[in-house]
């Protein structure tokens, strides 16, 4: 039998639930001026080995990399940003200069191993805000993942922290190496990124590393003026908006791009301390990547993540939607049609085949219908159907002709 492949699921019994999610997504994005923008899912190896970064874990490891036919380097995309830097500098956006907002959603791909939240295809939320420099921006980004996470009834910390910019975060670079370089015991992953990627020391998951990292210099007792300026504002934002966080100076995140505000969202509800939403500010990417130096934020939201905590409370039993049916063969023609014309303002089951009333009622039980419809001898000769509401029990016959009425009025 062919199966998926591992690591790559079906969204196949919670389509509701994922599709609830981006709408909950899409509702507050729309309100803070963002527009959806779609982009490729494969696109050039070059794209994401410059963005996301050579030395980062996902380059390095988790790439869905491959030759096409025509001999180009291709890559199924491992997360949103890359491509639609690439966009925005394709369609010359760099240059035409003012503020411009986009959304996205759909597949990101990464040879992780998989595990409890953790895919090799998986799906994200993300926003991503071009041309605007002001710190109140990076609080906006902040605030909608927040009031995302909330209308989902996700609880979580915000992590925030701050990376410096080209000007003071390779000086701290430099004192942290020299740190580094004095200890013993470091494991292998950091021994080899102290020459790579020096920060992402701080984030090692091993307890002797973190116990030897103690007394390491942290970036934010090294951000220049400006940096510190616009941390600072940050918090304040944040607390004169209620938004609680806590600093986390080792809070590095897994791409390259960033400076300034990094933050993630994190949960313990998915195994430990799992990020369901992380992102930040990337003043560089747009120029790194050919275009005209453009200030940008976002963030990317883990959906699969989220639903597998909306799954794990305990579900709702709420009935919802009508069940339509006949007694007699003869009928199914009437109700296929009184399905169609109540579909227009209502959710609405036809079951075409004819069966006794209480198979009937069994059948709208199992689908967890509210309302209950039937046409059957009796009332097809009083141009009435009969109706029950399984939630309350309510039982009668009702004209057809005042049907639509009274099923708007429930
Ligand atoms: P990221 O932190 O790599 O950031 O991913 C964002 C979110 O995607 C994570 O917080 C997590 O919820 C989810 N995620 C990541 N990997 C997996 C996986 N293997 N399985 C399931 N869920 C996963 C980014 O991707 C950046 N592009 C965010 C960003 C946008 N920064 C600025 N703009």
Redo the contacts with the bound molecule.
């Keep these: 039998m062919i199966q998926a492949l591992r690591g790559m699921k079906d969204i196949i019994d919670d389509g509701d639930l994922y599709q609830y999610i981006v709408k909950i997504c899409e509702e507050i994005t729309l309100n803070f001026g963002y527009k959806f923008i779609e982009t490729p899912k494969l696109e050039q190896t070059s794209l994401f080995i410059r963005s996301v970064g050579e030395s980062s874990d ?1 380059v390095n490891k988790e790439m869905y990399q491959f030759i096409d036919k025509g001999g180009n380097d291709v890559c199924l995309r491992p ?3 890359a491509g639609v830097v690439r966009a925005f500098i394709e369609h010359k956006f760099d240059r035409a200069g003012g503020v411009r907002k986009y959304f996205y959603y759909g597949s ?1 791909f ?1 040879y ?1 191993r998989p595990q409890k ?4 295809e ?1 799906h ?1 939320f ?3 805000c071009f041309g605007e420099k002001s710190v109140y921006e990076d609080a906006s980004v902040i605030i909608i993942g927040a009031e995302i996470l909330n209308r989902l009834g996700i609880k979580t910390t915000l992590k925030i922290n701050s990376l410096g910019d080209k000007e003071c975060m390779p000086k701290y670079k430099a004192k942290l190496v020299e740190y580094l370089n004095s200890l013993d015991g470091l494991c292998q992953d950091c021994l080899r990124r102290i020459d790579t990627n020096p920060i992402r020391v701080l984030d090692c998951k091993n307890e002797n590393c973190q116990n030897l990292l103690k007394n390491a210099p942290l970036i934010t007792e090294n951000l220049n003026d400006e940096c510190q300026k616009d941390f600072d504002k940050l918090k304040e934002i944040l607390t004169n908006n209620n938004i609680k966080f806590e600093v986390d100076p080792k809070l590095v ?3 390259d791009y ?1 400076s300034k505000t990094a933050f ?1 969202f994190i949960s313990d509800e998915i195994g430990s301390q ?7 500010r ?1 003043d560089n990417l747009v120029e790194y990547l050919g275009g005209r130096q453009t200030y940008a ?6 959906i ?2 989220i639903m597998e905590i909306l799954k794990s409370r305990t579900q709702s039993d709420e009935r919802k939607g009508i069940y339509l049916c006949a007694l007699d063969d003869k009928f199914i023609d009437e109700i296929y049609k009184l399905g169609l014309n109540l579909r227009k303002t209502h959710n609405v089951e036809t079951n075409y085949e004819a069966k006794n009333p209480a198979k009937h009622l069994k059948s709208a039980d199992n689908l967890n219908k509210k309302i209950f419809l039937c046409l059957g001898e009796n009332e097809f000769k009083n141009n009435e159907i009969w109706y029950k509401n399984l939630d309350n029990g309510d039982d009668e016959k009702l004209n057809l002709n005042d049907l639509e009425r009274f099923l708007n009025a429930r």
Excluded: C, H, N, P
Excluded at 117 to 120: F, Q, Y
Excluded at 274 to 280: I, K, M, N, P, W
């Design positions: 996902i997360e949103g940003t990101m990464r992780e939240g953790r895919l090799r998986f994200q993300g926003i991503e995140r897994g791409l960033y993630e799992s990020a369901v939403l992380g992102g930040g990337y934020v976002g963030f990317a939201m883990g699969e993540r």
